[in-house]
């Protein structure tokens, strides 16, 4: 009796050790990706000749980082220092695979503990998938956001040039007074013509990593100016009223077909409900497909349908300018 009470006890704590130490990781994980922090400079820097004392895990944390970039450098990685950059996480390459693999040997840890094998192979793909699409999330977030503000940084630079400053200083002016992640950008852009860059090769590398046509048509417009002449800031004042007439309609067009959207959703989603809500009140009336061939045969049947319907509902619903 006492053995069991101790067995059972060691379990429990196991478990509680297991799901407390994958919650501490996921939570780091999560505080360093969400979390921009402030731009240190190192202690070396600082007071050159001091020696800074080194703690055993952060000695630990930094040969597993090193041994994590040799690994880069030689086989590559799927997540560059430019994607991190294009997402706004303040970290190394290595440092974010290393997290990413510390979330995926936690994973795997709780779910060898819980169940077994394939519950491990499940929550260890959690990190990797979650990291991706949350780096996808903050791509597209900032590149949506740098097309809203787009509108805005033209007509600051139209009103710096009207002003009588030249086309540096006024994206100058942007960098230093518009938002994030427009300001970012244009420091970025400010700061490659410094080290040798042409301008038009710069603002052209920006408007393709921010997926922006909108931006794309402000460079041509700089560069043909910049060859034939005249009055540049009547030129962006020209096309900030079309880039702002072409937001009023995409949010007319977003308005009008978010009922579809949202019905595409709720056709998409019911199916499953439904299976789900029957699985949980009424068993047996699901059990003939898990019985025979043909009930599976119909399940995959069913999927590719509803593949198919959620294809066409999205082409349907999908307007592009």
């Keep these: 009796m006492i053995d069991s009470i101790v067995e059972l006890f060691a379990e429990r704590g196991l478990l509680a050790s297991a799901v407390l130490a994958g919650s501490l990781a996921m939570g780091l994980l999560g505080y360093l990706l969400f979390s921009p922090g402030p731009v240190r400079i190192p202690v070396d820097r600082r007071r050159p000749g001091h020696e800074q004392a080194v703690g055993m895990l952060e000695r630990g944390a930094g040969k597993a980082t090193a ?21 706004a996480v303040k970290l190394r390459p290595q440092d974010f695979v290393f997290l990413v693999a510390v979330g995926s040997l936690v994973g795997a840890s709780v779910g060898l503990l819980f169940s077994g094998v394939l519950l491990a192979v499940l929550l260890a793909a959690v990190a990797p998938l979650g990291a991706k699409i949350v780096l996808s999330l903050r791509i597209s977030k900032r590149q949506k956001q740098f097309a809203e503000q787009l509108d ?4 600051l630079m139209a009103s ?11 994206l100058s002016s942007v960098a230093n007074e518009a938002e994030a992640p427009t300001s970012e950008e244009f420091v970025r852009i400010i700061n490659e013509t410094r080290v040798g860059r042409e301008l038009g090769v710069a603002l052209d590398m920006t408007a393709a990593r921010m997926a922006s046509d909108d931006f794309s048509w402000v460079t041509q417009a700089i560069a ?22 072409r937001n009023d309609i995409k949010r007319q067009v977003a308005t009008l077909s978010a009922e579809g959207k949202l019905s595409a959703l709720i056709l998409m989603v019911l ?5 789900g809500f029957l699985l949980l009140t ?16 119909l399940m995959v049947l069913g999927l590719i349908m509803l593949t198919i319907g959620g294809l066409w509902l999205r082409k349907t619903v999908e307007i592009k300018f």
């Design 282 to 297: 009424n068993p047996s009336y699901l059990a003939p497909f898990t019985e025979s061939i043909l009930g599976y045969g």
């Design 160 to 170: 710096n040039l009207r002003a009588g400053h030249s086309l540096p200083q006024a």
């Design 67 to 87: 041994f994590v970039e040799k690994l880069i450098r030689r086989r590559g990685t799927p997540v560059g220092a430019s994607t991190l950059e294009l997402a």
């Design 152 to 155: 805005d940084s033209l007509q």
């Design 271 to 275: 199916p499953f409900g439904l299976a």
């Design 224 to 245: 043909i100016n910049r060859e034939v002449g005249g009055n540049l800031a009547e030129v962006l004042d020209g096309v900030s009223g079309t880039i702002r007439q």
